[in-house]
Nanobody, 122 residues
């Protein structure tokens, strides 16, 4: 089993920044990629960003491209999501995900964190 623990969520004003962290533990040798999804109230869970653990190949949703940056620290088994120029529509619960393949869709995500709330005020 793999455990994912998120941190860094909170309340910010539009135009502000947050950095989310996700630390992986347990059988981390079984995962090759990690990423982030988000789910707003009444909406489906949607892809945000993903990164390959060894090659650093990344993928981003069009809605966050140019504003969000995903990165990883292999020594710490930790992935980060730097979120800049935040908008009210970014408000959602953000979930860390991991799996053998780039988790660009929910079905590829084998492990999930508990979620962390990000709220962007007008």
């Amino acid at each position: 089993q793999v455990q994912l623990v998120e941190s860094g969520g909170g309340l910010v004003q539009a135009g502000g920044s947050l950095r989310l962290s996700c630390a992986a533990s347990g059988r981390t040798f079984s995962i090759n990629a990690m990423g982030w999804f988000r789910q707003a109230l009444g909406e489906e869970r949607e892809f945000v960003a993903a990164i390959s653990w060894r090659t650093s190949i990344t993928s981003y949703a069009d809605s966050v491209k140019g504003r969000f940056t995903i990165s990883r620290d292999s020594a710490k088994n930790t992935v980060y999501l730097q979120m800049n120029s935040l908008k009210p529509e970014d408000t959602a619960v953000y979930y860390c995900a991991a799996g053998r393949l780039l988790p660009t869709v929910v079905s590829r995500s084998e492990y999930w964190g508990q979620g962390t709330q990000v709220t962007v005020s007008s």
